[in-house]
């Protein structure tokens, strides 16, 4: 069986601040790991994907994520918010196949403050 | 890039009628289609996995006899709800998956059942 854990059901940065949303995963085959950002009455935009490639991984809108096999961990990072950033993030886990279904994360609503 | 055409975006129905949701992959052909249901600031959950000519597979709790879903083709997936309620009220996003292209997902249709 496959899940992610996202801590922090709402993250709160200053514009121009780090950002950082956490993700946990597990899985008992390797996985397949993304990001994705939901505006309001939208579907789903990908952010990033970690394919078992590099483990480091780089995305639109200056966002990235490191794959940590150690930690279980996927956590989305970006630099700099800026105050389109705000939105609803979800982590998500399948395994190596485009038949597998994915499973989300709970989410995480991103504010940024002016 | 894959592109996957969700119509409508939105639709209001009265209690005891049926609801058509169509999902279409533009420029690829989706081996697999997924359907998922999502509440108001609640996560993505995965209702059913469809293949084309077969039937769906229905995640555990939910009502294939009310959630009808159809893949005709490689291109097509429909989700049709059956005697709606105002409980299934709700945000409904469909996915397709290949392997070349992976997961794309619909803009989804909000469902809202008076």
């Known amino acids: 069986a496959q899940s992610v854990t996202q801590l922090g059901s709402h993250v709160s940065v200053s514009e121009g601040a780090l950002v950082l949303l956490r993700c946990n995963y597990s899985s008992s085959v390797p996985p397949y790991l993304f990001w994705y950002v939901q505006y309001p009455n939208q579907g789903l935009q990908l952010l990033l994907k970690y394919t078992s490639a590099a483990t480091l991984v780089k995305g639109i809108n200056g966002f990235e994520a490191e794959f940590k096999k150690s930690e279980t961990s996927f956590h989305l990072t970006k630099p700099s918010a800026h105050m389109s950033d705000a939105a609803e993030y979800f982590c998500a886990v399948t395994s190596r196949s485009s038949a597998s279904k994915i499973i989300f994360g709970s989410g995480t609503r991103l504010s940024i403050r002016p | ?114």
């Open chain 2, 1 to 114: 890039g894959a592109v996957v055409s969700q119509h409508p975006s939105w639709v209001i129905c009265k209690s005891g009628t049926s609801v058509k949701i169509e999902c279409r992959s533009l420029d690829f052909q989706a081996t697999t289609m997924f359907w998922y249901r999502q509440f108001p600031k609640q996560s993505l959950m995965l209702m059913a996995t469809s293949n084309e000519g077969s039937k769906a597979t229905y995640e555990q709790g939910v009502e294939k006899d009310k959630f009808l879903i159809n893949h005709a083709s490689l291109t097509l997936s429909t989700l049709t709800v059956t005697s709606a309620h105002p409980e299934d009220s709700s945000f409904y996003i469909c996915s397709a998956s290949e392997e070349s292209h992976g997961y794309t997902f619909g803009s989804g249709t909000r469902l809202t059942v008076v």
